[in-house]
């Protein structure tokens, strides 16, 4: 536009304020971006969930037998099947923590989006005390194909420590899906290695359905197949679980907004003050565009103007740095979800710039509208 | 008086301003002419209203009586969006403390009443540097203010106030800041404005040696004409 | 002490000035508010979560757990195990000369949430007859006590408020038919009070387990702790961790509430930054606009530091009053909050005292890097120059 030198010279004119009010609006923007890209992650976490696909878990506790996957496997409309047990470990220091998924080959056919070769979970098959590892994780571990490596656990094994060593088969790509990374041990060294008094059971079984709009009547039915045993299940689908799992803790979406509210109403009050001293200084020169033509109305949008480009220029530098935040997350709390940078949440960033520019600049644009010329320039 | 030949015609003309409860009258019922092609000189002791008449005549203020026809405008009728548009087009102004914006070059301040035309970027670049070259600026076109000396900076002024190629130029104390000689190199520029290119100029001024240049003079005292000097061109 | 007096001076002509400065210093308040109003509120959920887990400790008990247990959850300890256990010296004796020990077990049940109907599992606690006498703070508030070996619990007053269905006369599914809830109880508002609370055997017959989770006693003192652990570890058939409940709980607490502590300090910094910045900018332009009084108090003869430390205490003034109004903006919005940890831990978000003093620190902490560089350069004013441009 033709009036951009116009703004451009507007904010060059106390150069450390400038700076320093976009770097204000910057911080600002980029908590927003965080928050709300953390929303989009758990909405997408949510979204990537499958509805055909159903977790069975312990009812009272958090074990139950494997023995009724071959139960389960009967019930009208379930395709795939796979069990899991989970070990807690971690690897030298107890920051670097691990959740080892024990399970067998069919886990592939019931998680195809792990997108790992089927020869190298044959290769697991036959080794016992293998473990597959994918890349985030192994570089962050240092480990590498190949390695012998021992981890702390919670377990019992057989030789009364709670060491349990891992023969590291395969280092797989990362996956999307699954941020934090994955780890993937065989059940049996798990099953047949532990000495804490428990055997043949697991902590979820997990299985396909043809049709996911039966998934909540196939997932009573299998709740039904154990409602009398001593260890009855439930059965949800994947999706409605993630679901539950992220509310539980944490109203995000509340968090969100009230953490980006409370950033926003810091910068709309350092603006709008910002504004409204820069204006005061410039009302000279406010004058003399009036009197070379510009009109009441003309003046005052080039101060909306100016507050705008300062707005979307400090959120557009948040959300940038918003898109590196994970990397400086995951040294503080590894693990931890990332927020991803989707239109949604670029949109929302732009919309709130907008609309704090408008109410910080509106009452120094309505000063410079107001503004008489004459009585300006008899000041001279 | 035969308006098409006038450039500026005050008619009856009253303006008060108000000081906290008080009113102050400082215009008072005035009739006042300015033809095409003059350069008149408004002289007057403080008070006398003369910057009054020149916000009138240059569409920065509004009579509380009375008509303003500049250019066969009457600005009276005018509404503030419509005066600001009119002011673009037909009036340029020199001011004692020149009023340049201090982050612009040169070029730039001298450009600024073009932004608001429809002219494209080559356009308004032709335009700027015409009349940077009338007022012999030409290499310093890119300069800031605070690079210029006070001359220099007054022709920049007075280069932004002939771009859009106005009716009629409005000056108010134009050398009150300059030193002689400077003063002189200014007032001839002016004198020359007005006589190869025929502009109507209208300089409020306290300087008698200033009001020389001007071909007619007018002294105004609370707010009434008390004489007429007419000087030979 | 003609600094301090100047320096009381300068500070006083500095506040004075601040109504000119009205809208100003108010952008300092407002982001002071705002950094620790955001951290206070975030803060309040680790700090009432651990309250709630921690006020259930008492330092008079001890919790024996399976070796290398992190939790009550395992099922390792055996009735023989927990006989041997109670015959440990230095616990205490009830009237009826029975050791005040309960071998205890959890178990978790599903429940819907209230206050986001949202399904989870809460825990029910199988606990032995001389649980109530183990535990002082416990009160039965209406209903009456289970009869051990029925289908009878009782549900805490916290439990019955954070989730559906816990009255009096409403039933729990367990793995061998419904259970019914036959009384209310209180503990103080600790983790306990949101549990439902059964007779253990029967519980664990109902679960077909044969092993405790834990074995909670009380000590004859707190400093009979050390001869209780020794006797156990000493034991070669027993294969337990002992420690003080304090210790247990803290660690418990530790466990849930360190990653949203650091969360809660993370985006704190965060925005603390953007306030920082906002100080810089400020007081920056407090000085400028002061250019003429601070020339003119140099000349007259104050020294530069009282100048320079009376804009240093303008900012902490402005920083602490900020601060004060974001805490209490905090405490009026979320302390008392009732919420709960998934289905484990009902707690209320507290913003205590000692979120306070943190709140605080922190705002100080702002106001004086915000206000060291301005008040720097209020001290290096050219006083010469200052002047002549006046």
Known sequence: MKFLPLLWAALRRKPARTLLTLLSITVAFLLVGIMSGLNARFAKLVEDARVDRIVVTARYGVWFPVAYVDQIVRVGGVKDIAHLAFIEATYQEPTNRLNIQMTDTRLLAVQPEMNIEPRIFADLDRVQDGLILSQGLADRLRITVGDKVPFATDRVYQDGSRRWAFNVLAVVPDNERFPQGFSIGNFKYLNEGRKDGLRNVVHRIVFLIDNPERASAIANSVEQLFANSPAPVIATPERTLIENNLRGVIDMQFFTYAVSAASLFMILFLTGNVMAQSVRERIPEFAVMKTVGFSDRGVSALVLLETTVLCLLGAGLGLVLANAAPTLTSAILPGAPAPIMTPGVIGFAIGCAVLVAIISGAPAAWRVKQLSIAEALAGR | ?233 | MRSFHQIVIVTSLNIRGLPQRLWSSLVIVVGMACVVGVLLSMLSFSTGLSRSIESAANPGRAIVLQNGARDEFGQAITREAATAILNAPGIQFDTDRRPIASPENINLVPVMRRDRQLPVRMILRGVSPKAFALRPEFRLTSGRMFRPGTHELIAGTAAQAQFENLNIGDKVIMPDGEWEIVGAFGTGGDLIEGQLLGDVDTVMASRRTNGYGSVIVRLESPDRFAVFAEALTANPSLKVDVQRQTDFYKQTAGQFTTFYTTVAYLLGSIIGVGALFGTVNIMYSAVASRTREIATLRAVGYGAAPVAISVLAEALLLGITGAFIGAAVAWLIFNGNRNSFGGFVVFDLAVTPRLFVIGMGWALGIALLGGALPAIRAARLPVATALRAM
């Open chain 2, 1 to 233: 008086m035969n308006e098409i030949m006038d450039a500026v015609v005050l008619r009856d003309v009253v303006k008060t301003y108000r000081r906290g409860k008080e009113k102050i009258e400082v215009l008072h019922h005035l009739d006042l002419s300015v033809k095409r092609g003059e350069f008149l000189a408004l002289m007057g002791p403080s008070g006398s209203g003369k910057t009054t008449v020149l916000n009138l005549i240059g569409g920065l203020d509004r009579p509380d009586n009375g008509e303003v026809i500049v250019a066969g405008e009457d600005l009276t009728r005018l509404s503030g969006g419509q005066l600001a548009t009119w002011r673009s087009r037909h009036v340029g102004f020199v001011f004692q403390f020149y009023n340049l914006m201090p982050m612009l070059s040169a070029e730039r301040n001298v450009g600024l009443p073009l932004l608001l035309t429809p002219l494209s970027r080559a356009e308004r670049d032709k335009h700027v540097r015409i009349a940077l070259d009338i007022v012999g600026l030409a290499d310093r076109a890119r300069h800031k203010p605070g690079e210029l000396s006070g001359g220099q900076q007054q022709r920049v002024a007075i280069a932004r106030a002939i771009v859009a190629d106005p009716t009629i130029i409005v000056c108010d104390e134009p050398t009150g800041d300059l030193d002689r000689a400077t003063a002189d190199d200014i007032l001839a520029l002016l004198k020359e404005l007005n006589q190869s290119q025929g502009k109507t100029i209208v300089m409020v001024t306290h300087d008698q040696k200033a009001a020389a240049y001007a071909s007619r003079q007018l002294n105004l005292d609370k707010g009434q004409i008390v004489n007429e000097v007419g000087i030979a061109a």
